[in-house]
């Protein structure tokens, strides 16, 4: 079915639990004389279980994998958590202006496929004036000539790292987890497809690989993490981590998206630092959360800094 | 007259803001970071110093619009405004608060304090502007007129980036 030469790809959980599903189990399994690193990819334990050694064998491999792939030599980052570190996002409605450069500058970062098309950020626009908490009101495919438009204003969604995340709830084979840091982490190699956390989710903040990602070597971010922006495969569901291959660090930069927005609209930091922006934000500011109802306690905040 | 009016304005806001420093002063108030990285002000190419060319030159302060050098300045700020609201008509080098004190361009976010005393403050807290660099390290500030342009501050509109693909136009 696909070449051996790259394993990642040959044999992965999924295939198998294809197989079976329709009683077939053995037609996917890896033939006899499959190279060693198949049989390593298929019984790799969970992220969690291994131990440091075990972790640096995998990354090993999977650098290899990727160096063949992808002719250029990308670094898969395991940073831990940083003690001490809960991380929270704010965004500034009142600045917003809707101009989607946060949207391709995490694109750019993070390793989207770019055809197919993937977005982890999506802009929402609504009239302003309405019952504009109403998420199925907004309109995601605005293009005029020129934003800010008079009569509307912009509400980029992203993954709101929930607290108590559905998504990881439903997760069968606990691909998705939450880290101490609060960042929802997805392990590609664990990730069987089946998209239950998609469904899951209220937010509509994760995205599927229908194909294997479309994104030229040359665009490729070569600076990446395990849990994060490394190169996905077809059939694995991702979503934004805050930038954890930026982020977890010390000292660590801020995600894209901060960077990214011409209006410094958009703030980041650690929750449990009283001296943090977002704490400042929380603070001083009316917050707010998404469908906070639900009680997802998502880390995501809202608000207006001027006017409202 | 109006020139008065514009001073007692000003004091006004700057008492303001000392106010509501005050009554924030036990929860949450950033004093000036330790270290503000910011980038050196944003001038025209081969325009600093000013005392190239207005070193001697006589003072004008009557307002008018301006011929040949800087007619690109529409004052769109504070209505009825003028150069040395802001400019040091004595050494042009340099900024001038309306209390007098001499404030360096580098320094300018001082001068636009005067008048928007919580936007300051929150700039330092790091909620107002665009912040880079390091979240837990060496933060990058921009000053104010990086992004605003001090005669005419208000943002243009500017294109948006692509919307994204319709599943309907997915081939
Ligand atoms: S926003 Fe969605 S994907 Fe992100 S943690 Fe919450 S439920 Fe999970
Ligand atoms: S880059 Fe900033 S202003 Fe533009 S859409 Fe994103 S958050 Fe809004």
Redesign the pocket.
């Known amino acids: 079915m696909q070449d051996k030469k790259t394993p990642e790809r040959s044999i992965q959980r999924r295939t198998f639990l294809k197989g079976a599903a329709l009683g077939l189990a053995a037609t996917a399994l890896p033939s006899r004389d499959a190279e060693a690193s198949i049989w390593e990819a298929f019984f790799q334990k969970h992220f969690r279980e291994m131990s440091e050694a075990e972790i640096r064998k995998v990354i090993g491999r999977l650098e290899q994998e990727y160096e063949q792939k992808y002719k250029k030599k990308i670094t898969v980052g395991i940073e831990k958590p940083l003690p001490g570190v809960l991380f929270g996002y704010g965004?500034d409605l009142s600045?917003?202006?809707?101009?989607?450069?946060?949207?391709y500058?995490c694109v750019d970062e993070n390793n989207q496929s770019k055809d197919p098309q993937i977005h982890w950020?999506t802009?929402l626009r609504f009239k302003k004036g309405e019952k504009w908490v109403d998420l199925e009101e907004s309109e995601k495919y605005y293009n005029p000539s020129a934003?800010p438009e008079e009569e509307y204003f912009?509400m980029?969604v992203q993954c709101q790292q929930c607290e108590n995340p559905p998504c990881v709830r439903v997760c069968p084979t606990q691909a998705t987890w939450k880290d101490e840091d609060g960042i929802v982490v997805i392990d590609y190699n664990w990730c069987i497809g089946c998209r239950y956390c998609m469904a899951a989710c209220p937010y509509g903040a994760r995205r599927f690989n229908w194909t294997d990602p479309g994104r030229k070597t040359e665009e490729l971010n070569t600076e990446t993490h395990y849990l994060g922006n490394r190169p996905r495969f077809k059939g694995v569901v991702e979503k934004c981590t805050f930038c954890i291959q930026r982020t977890r660090k010390e000292p660590g930069r801020y995600p894209a998206?901060v960077e990214?927005?011409?209006?410094?609209?958009?703030k980041f930091g650690n929750l449990l630092d009283p001296m943090s922006e977002i704490r400042y934000a929380i603070e001083h500011k009316r917050v707010f959360r998404l469908k906070e109802d639900l009680n997802t306690n998502p880390k995501f905040y809202y608000f207006f800094a001027y006017g409202g | 007259m109006k020139k008065t009016i514009m001073t007692l304005l000003m004091l006004f806001g700057l008492l303001l803001s000392a106010a509501t420093a005050a009554v924030r002063a036990d929860t949450h108030e950033p004093d000036v970071p330790k270290k503000l990285f910011v980038p050196p002000p944003p001038f025209t190419p081969g325009i600093y110093p000013c005392s190239q060319c207005h070193a001697g030159m006589p003072v004008d302060r009557n307002p008018r619009k301006l011929q040949g050098m800087h007619d690109n300045i529409a004052l769109k700020h504070m209505p009825g405004g003028w150069c040395f609201d802001c400019h040091n008509p004595n050494n042009r080098d340099t900024l001038r608060l309306a209390n007098g004190k001499i404030v360096r361009f580098e320094e300018s976010y001082n001068l636009c304090g005067q008048c928007h005393g919580t936007i300051l403050r929150e700039w330092k807290a790091g909620l107002h502007g665009k912040r880079t660099g390091m979240w837990n390290g060496e933060k990058q500030y921009l000053l104010c007129v990086h992004c605003h342009w001090p005669h005419d501050p208000k943002f243009k509109p500017i294109q948006?980036l692509p919307p994204p693909v319709r599943p309907s136009d997915i081939k």
Do not use: S
């Open positions: 965004l600045r917003c202006i809707g101009c989607r450069r946060c949207v500058g950020i802009v934003v912009y980029p998206c990214a927005c011409p209006v410094g609209a958009r | 948006p």
